[in-house]
């Protein structure tokens, strides 16, 4: 990769030494494939696991962002990063460099201020979980809403807009489509969802999760969505099953 980086690709962390081994390689391969300088910064959000260390022997800058909050990690990786394009991929989502290209080209072309892409599991055999991804997709080709496990963005109008809203504890990524939809608008820029190709992302909280915490989920941040301004009613993003037998408790606090 070249010395000064064009392109930022930042990964938030929290305990993904189990899936860095997978992302960090694919991600490496795809921006070889694009032939522009990249860099790759993971960003360990107070992980208890060898987060960081896996990172670093991949290759990966590693950033550290001690409070656990999806939207302060991801808000410290890009205060890292030193690319004008900043690209933001969960830790269990592989993007290829096709979507890749596909969303560097809408950024280079001076019309789009950034975006996102439609979903595609790479597995659930769960019928509503499919049906409710094809809903999810559908809202978001419609209302141009960037799903949080792949998120593409301008320095610029990143930086304009504040980045990712640190007073939520989930929901940011909808908080900054907004926000960069009408930055947009403002300087004749769009912010857009591509339809293809699809980011290719894990369902592992459909593992994780039962229908019913799901549907409850769905519930309450309809009725009450300053929820999301609670960690311990957001702790469908912020506890894993079997975390608390491993030692890597995650003690929920506001």
Same mark, same amino acid.
């Given at each position: ?11 938030? *962390? ?5 899936? %860095?081994?997978?992302?960090?390689? @694919?991600?490496? #391969?795809?921006?070889? !494939? &694009?032939? =522009? ?40 990786? *890009? ?5 004008? %394009?900043?690209?933001?991929?969960? @830790?269990?989502? #592989?993007?290829?460099? !096709? &979507?890749? =290209? ?153």
């Amino acid at each position: 990769m070249l010395a000064e980086p064009g392109i930022s690709v930042i990964v938030p *962390a929290w305990n993904e030494a189990d899936e %860095l081994p997978w992302t960090l390689p @694919a991600l490496q #391969r795809a921006l070889s !494939e &694009l032939g =522009r300088g990249a860099e790759i910064i993971v960003v360990d959000n107070a992980s208890t696991d060898g987060t960081a260390e896996i990172a670093r022997a991949h290759g990966a800058h590693v950033v550290s962002e001690p409070e656990r909050r999806i939207a302060r990690a991801r808000n410290a990786g *890009a205060k890292a990063a030193r690319g004008r %394009l900043l690209i933001f991929v969960d @830790a269990d989502t #592989r993007p290829g460099a !096709e &979507l890749l =290209r596909a969303s560097l080209s809408l950024l280079d072309s001076g019309t789009v201020c950034g975006g996102g892409a439609q979903v595609a599991f790479e597995s659930s055999h769960r019928i509503l979980y499919r049906r409710g991804t094809a809903l999810w997709n559908t809202v978001a080709l419609r209302l141009n809403l960037a799903a949080g496990c792949y998120v593409f963005a301008t320095r610029e109008a990143f930086e304009a807009t504040g980045g990712f809203s640190e007073k939520v504890y989930a929901g940011e990524e909808i908080l900054f489509s907004l926000r960069m939809h009408r930055w947009g608008r403002r300087h004749d820029q769009r912010f857009c969802v591509l339809r293809e190709p699809r980011v290719q992302t894990s369902a592992r909280k459909a593992e994780w999760f039962s229908l019913g915490q799901h549907l409850a989920l769905l519930a309450l941040l309809s009725l009450f969505p300053f929820a999301l301004r609670s960690r311990r009613l957001c702790g469908f993003w912020y506890r894993r099953p079997g975390a608390e037998a491993n030692g890597v408790r995650d003690r929920l606090r506001d």
